[in-house]
């Protein structure tokens, strides 16, 4: 797989850009099958100048609601990582903004 394929888009948010500033972790929306040694791989492709200390994975769930007594999936489920860069690396998620 493309490291294109793998990582998706970075994850922008109030927690996001507090984990960012404090502890220098960055979230991306990966691929639902990628594993924690092909995203690290994938990063350390696209931003050559950095170096992943770790990644953690988690599979955020589906977002259901209910409609005349059935179950309908309003969002899909979506994986995300939250990659742990050494210090002094940084990553410019709002390039071109």
């Known amino acids: 797989?493309?490291?294109r394929e793998i990582i998706r888009r970075p994850v922008v948010t109030e927690k996001a850009t507090l984990?960012?500033?404090l502890?220098?972790?960055?979230?991306?929306v990966v691929h639902p099958t990628a594993n924690k040694v092909?995203?690290?791989?994938a990063l350390e492709l696209a931003y050559p100048n950095i170096t992943?200390?770790?990644v953690r994975i988690a599979n955020m769930p589906a977002k259901r609601a209910r409609r005349l007594r059935r179950m309908a999936v309003r969002k899909s489920g979506w994986k995300k990582a939250?990659?742990?860069l050494a210090p002094g690396n940084s990553i410019n998620v709002f390039e071109g903004v």
Do not use: A, G
Request: hydrophobic share 40%.
């Open 1 to 3: 797989m493309h490291w």
């Open 19 to 21: 984990m960012l500033d």
């Open 23 to 28: 502890y220098n972790q960055y979230t991306f």
């Open 38 to 41: 092909e995203i690290k791989k």
């Open 52 to 54: 992943v200390e770790k």
């Open 82 to 84: 939250i990659v742990t």
